[in-house]
């Protein structure tokens, strides 16, 4: 069955960085277009960034541009999420996203904490 695994998240001060992972199973990730989203405290789920099957197509949101990066390994069966100069507003637990077989799976989320 189709698993997403996300890790890395944790505490960190404004101004640092961290680095999410998302493990993949059950899918030909390399077929398919990955997506990191956040959940902040009661707000909605946002999409932060997404990547395409091949790494030939990248977009994010506009509150994360020039600070966060995304990719992938498909020889690992995993995405990533750089986050560089973290804010206090980056607070949020972070998901990743896969749609496989049309319909959308999610892991359970990585916490992660900005704040001094």
């Known amino acids: 069955q189709v698993q997403l695994v996300e890790s890395g998240g944790g505490f960190v001060q404004p101004g640092g960085s961290l680095r999410l992972s998302c493990a993949a199973s059950g899918f030909p990730f390399s077929m398919y277009a990955m997506r990191w989203y956040r959940q902040a405290p009661g707000k909605e789920r946002e999409l932060v960034a997404n990547?395409?099957?091949?790494?030939?197509?990248?977009s994010y949101a506009d509150s994360v541009k020039g600070r966060f990066t995304i990719s992938r390994d498909n020889k690992k069966n995993s995405a990533y999420l750089r986050m560089n100069h973290l804010k206090p507003e980056d607070t949020a637990v972070y998901f990743c996203n896969a749609r496989v077989y049309g319909r959308p799976y999610w892991g359970k989320g990585t916490l992660v904490t900005v704040s001094s």
């Open positions: 990547i395409t099957s091949a790494a030939d197509g990248i």
